[in-house]
């Protein structure tokens, strides 16, 4: 049988090889397998860093948890054409601009592409309210969401949404259990932004997660779906000099702990 506790030194080890790798900047890390052998492996996990676009995962859950209160109607169609435009791709230029769209489907699309035209017409729906009650019922004690995801708000502005690799946990385990929220597991399996915890994995390795970015912020979070025993793994950086880079090295150091998870499972 594989020993936890040297499975959990060898993916410690990981891991702050990742976070130290540079003087500048930080890097907060978090793992926890969710099967045989149970365990968790850190580094600085309550450091409270920019959210970025993971903070998208929680217009997901407040919209289909206040969709089943029936506070609002997720079905409910909205016209292309009254979406807030952007600099960025988005993918809702596929669209004529009289097509409409459900609010359900807008965050589909902010959850597989990351969309932000989508994400900010599902937030003005939710309103401050229904999205700060969601982070105080899950317990999100580190994590705020103040800012939205307009143009204006995508610079020094989207810095204000805060969480921690703890609060990251919190949500992705909600999502994974949450019976009403298969939806939102299904977006997040297709996400189509695979350049860091995927990277390097095998592809037939599904991967459930989500990234966020800011200048010098490159975060992941989400679970590795091993068949035996999924993997969480979070990881939020700041004040990284090279964005890229810092992409390609979340991709590495998964791969690693991925390969030390599954080699232990085989002794």
């Known amino acids: 049988m594989v020993d936890a506790d040297e499975l959990r030194s060898a993916i410690a ?87 409409t769209i459900t609010v359900r ?18 937030r003005a729906i939710l309103g401050q309210e229904r999205i700060d009650a969601t982070i105080k ?16 708000e995508l610079g020094p502005l989207g810095r204000a949404n805060t969480t921690t690799a703890d609060d990251m946990l919190r949500l992705i385990e909600h999502i994974d259990q949450a019976p009403n929220l298969e939806p939102i597991r299904r977006y997040l399996v297709n996400y189509l932004r695979n350049d860091r915890i995927p990277s390097r994995l095998d592809d037939d390795i599904p991967v459930r997660h989500k990234t966020g970015s800011l200048r010098g912020v490159v975060n992941d979070a ?22 890229v880079r810092t992409a390609q090295e979340i991709g590495e150091v998964s791969e690693r702990i991925i390969r030390i998870i599954k080699d232990g499972a085989a002794l």
Do not use: W
């Not at 899950?138 to 939205?148: I, K, M, V």
């Not at 679970?223 to 793994?233: A, R, S, T």
């Open 13 to 99: 080890a990981q891991i702050e090889g990742f976070a130290t790798a540079h003087v500048s900047g930080v890097r907060s890390v978090l793992v926890k397998t969710l099967g045989e052998p149970r365990l968790t492996a850190t580094h600085q996990p309550d450091l409270v860093l920019p959210a970025a676009s993971l903070a998208k995962m929680l217009l997901g859950v407040a919209l289909f948890d206040s969709a089943e209160r029936g506070e609002l109607d997720p079905e409910s169609r909205v016209r292309i054409s009254s979406l807030p435009g952007t600099m960025y791709p988005s993918v809702l230029q596929a669209f004529d601009p009289d097509s």
């Open 137 to 152: 019922a899950l317990g999100l004690h580190s994590t705020t969401f103040p800012a939205g995801f307009s143009e204006s």
């Open 222 to 243: 989400g679970i590795v779906l091993l068949p035996d025993n999924p993997v969480v793994m979070v990881f939020l950086t700041d004040g990284q000099s090279d964005n």
């Open 105 to 122: 489907e807008l965050c589909g699309f902010a959850l597989v592409t990351s969309d932000n035209p989508a994400a900010e017409h599902v």
